[in-house]
């Protein structure tokens, strides 16, 4: 059996067997789909009150920040207690376990915040990104696809309707003609149709492999794994879209925040310093995430690596999936935590554009504005922004403004 074939078994035997309930039922139906079939899910608990700082993660780079705070250190350093991250394998028990009061800290895909609070009244806040760019839309071997006018008519997994990739997948798609649907993957599509279905992260590259679906769009390292492990072809990198966006941000409950401010900007802190050191170690930051190193992620080192490294201008020409490197200098993931407000807002507008599963009656009455005071929390990463000053050092940071940009959206 060759490398590759012994690659691919991985995926479909080690990551496959562990799903759990929770992704089966996501798979159904969506983040919006299960939280609404699990009555009082999101009744806040009262958070502990001790000061141990408990991470729940998915196992995605979208975790570094708090996985390197927790693997060096930094939570220490601050004089805090912290247990070991928690790897959950869905975001809708990471969800459940915080609005339990199970995780004090947690990264979540930006648009369930959004969902949390003005659909359910949860009292999430965000904190920080948790990174920058780092997802990709991957096409399988057998479609030959060079540009988003390809997919006309073909089967398309994306992890969540409240997700990132959800967004800039569709926008990139309403911009080459064609129309996002949802239909069950035996319905006739007629030309001009996509047809989009929520899939586990681990699912994507075998389902990719076997033909079950055309492409996904995902975040890394599963991006990685479809290229090293499933034969996959990257078409466009989410950060050649949308210069330097957002995706997992780094949430707390606001009960806390109010009652610990102390604590939070320790934690917060912490955060910080690993966002920097992330940056700046790459490499070594990916080898030992992965389960060649200390098994924070089930993935081998090269395809973490792969996945937080591998973006030259002349890596990816066919098709040209990273098209702006050269004129942006971002990196097929960067590290930087401040909150733009523009790019909140970019999301709120985005997200009443956007096809999903289930009820959205919510968002039609979002301010985008407003949510960018209301949902965000400004303070403590800024004070902690102030006093550990690398994270300048990011490209896309204007040094003479830096907590302000605008967006740069380029289809």
């Known amino acids: ?54 991470i729940g993660y998915i196992p995605i780079t979208d975790a570094t920040a708090l996985l390197v705070a927790h693997a060096n250190g930094y939570f220490e350093e601050e004089g805090l207690k912290v247990e070991k991250p928690t790897l959950i394998r869905g975001w809708s028990p990471l969800v459940e376990g915080f609005a339990a009061g199970k995780f004090n800290l947690v990264h979540l895909l930006k648009p369930i915040p959004v969902w949390m609070r003005y659909n ?71 030309p001009d149709e996509v047809n989009l279905m929520i899939m ?64 939070t900007q320790k934690v917060m802190n912490a955060v910080v310093k690993a966002q920097i050191y992330a940056q700046e170690h790459k490499g070594e930051v990916a080898h030992m995430l992965s389960k060649d190193g200390k098994k924070y992620l089930p993935m081998p080192a090269k395809v973490v690596e792969r996945a937080m490294t591998f973006y030259g201008a002349d890596d990816y020409t066919d098709p040209d999936a990273n098209r702006h490197v050269a004129e942006w200098q971002n990196g097929r993931i960067d590290f930087q935590p401040y909150p733009y407000p523009s790019a909140t807002k970019l999301i709120v507008e985005e997200m009443n554009k956007t096809l999903v599963g289930g009820d959205t009656t919510f968002l039609k009455a979002l301010d985008p504005e407003f949510v960018t005071n209301d949902l965000v929390n400004y303070d403590h990463v800024k004070v902690a922004m102030e006093q550990f000053m690398d994270w300048s050092k990011v490209p896309g940071i204007n040094p003479d403004d830096p907590y302000s940009r605008e967006e740069v959206v380029v289809l």
């Open 1 to 54: 059996m060759s490398q590759h074939d012994d690659d691919l078994s991985y995926l479909f035997e080690h990551e496959m067997s562990r799903r759990d309930f929770m992704l089966d039922l996501l798979a159904k139906g969506g983040l919006a789909a299960a939280m609404a079939s699990m009555p009082g899910l999101l009744n806040a608990a009262e958070p502990p009150d001790d000061e141990v700082v408990r």
């Open 200 to 263: 586990p992260p681990p699912d994507m590259p075998p389902a990719l492999a076997s033909k079950k679906i055309d492409a996904f769009i995902v975040a890394e390292p599963f991006n990685a794994a479809g290229e090293l492990l499933a034969g996959g072809k990257m078409l466009r990198f989410t950060g050649d879209i949308w210069k330097n966006h957002p995706c997992c941000v780094v949430c707390m409950n606001e009960q806390t925040v109010a009652a610990k401010p102390e604590w």
């Open 120 to 190: 359910n009244n949860f009292p999430v806040k965000i904190m920080s990104w948790a990174h920058l760019n780092g997802s990709a839309v991957v096409t399988g071997k057998h479609l030959d696809a060079k540009d988003f006018s390809d997919l006309a008519g073909k089967q398309v997994a994306v992890p969540y309707w409240y997700s990132m990739h959800n967004i800039v997948l569709q926008m990139a798609l309403r911009d080459a003609g064609l129309k996002p649907v949802i239909k069950d993957q035996t319905a006739e599509l007629a």
